[in-house]
């Protein structure tokens, strides 16, 4: 009895043999591609990234410092206690050369028979002291002790804003202090060059030097 010969693969079992072995190649090829390119990306941000080398990611000295930008920006407020608000009196306006005439002649100071245009605003509280406050942070510019205007605290602010507080006794503060917004600054008095006006605080308020309505800020 012949001993029969094992029959050669067809075409088709071939092409099947190939197929098993083909895309497997194929996927780790594409593996090896992908996982270079992970290794490389990583590579580069080492080199070119401050901080990621060492593992101290943000730290490097040449790091531009972070900066707040919803820090609340300060408005000027009152130079006295808001509850007293009902209480005060604008006994002489700010002179305002676009006013009616009326108001601009409210807005006259006037000592020995001398006309002057008021560059502030005079604020009384019944002819009785009372505190007065820093209107907005700063630093003390100048203290000017006056016995014939009363005494004078002048305070700068960031923008070129600065605000002055005349008629004034018992000053709280030197040249050169840093104020809080609402920190006590004086208390009011009288004075003969304004006599008319009683105890009274003189409030004036400058952009630039140049002086401004204080009206425009605060709803006197």
């Known amino acids: 009895m012949r ?3 094992p029959k050669a693969p067809s075409q088709k079992n071939k092409q099947i043999q190939k197929k098993k072995w083909f895309w497997p190649a194929i996927y780790s090829s594409v593996a090896i ?5 992970v290794w490389g ?3 580069f941000m080492k080199d070119n ?3 990621m080398a060492d593992g101290t990611m943000g730290s490097g000295k040449d790091e531009a410092p972070i900066i707040e930008t919803n820090a ?3 408005v000027l407020k009152y130079p006295f206690a808001e509850e007293l608000l009902d209480e005060v009196a604008i006994l002489q306006s700010y002179y305002d050369t676009e006013a009616d005439e009326s108001v601009r002649e409210k807005s006259l100071l ?6 002057t245009t008021n560059t502030g605003v005079s604020i009384s509280i019944d002819d009785q002291p009372f505190e007065v406050i820093a209107s ?4 003390v510019e100048e203290v000017i002790t006056d016995v014939f205007q009363g005494d004078e605290v002048v305070v700068s602010h960031a923008g070129g804003m600065k605000t002055v507080y005349s008629s004034l006794t018992g000053v709280l503060v030197k040249k050169g202090d840093e104020v809080s917004q ?3 600054l004086a208390m009011t008095v009288a004075n003969e060059w304004n006599p008319s006006a009683g105890v009274h605080l003189h409030f004036k308020v400058l952009v630039d030097d140049e002086t401004v309505n204080p009206a425009a800020y605060l709803g006197f």
């Open 110 to 115: 006037v000592f020995n028979q001398t006309f």
């Open 72 to 74: 609340p920006k300060e």
């Open 3 to 5: 001993e029969e010969k």
């Open 182 to 184: 609402g920190q006590p």
């Open 49 to 51: 990234v401050p901080g």
């Open 136 to 139: 907005m942070s700063g630093e």
């Open 33 to 37: 591609v992908f996982v270079g390119m």
């Open 41 to 43: 990306y990583s590579a």
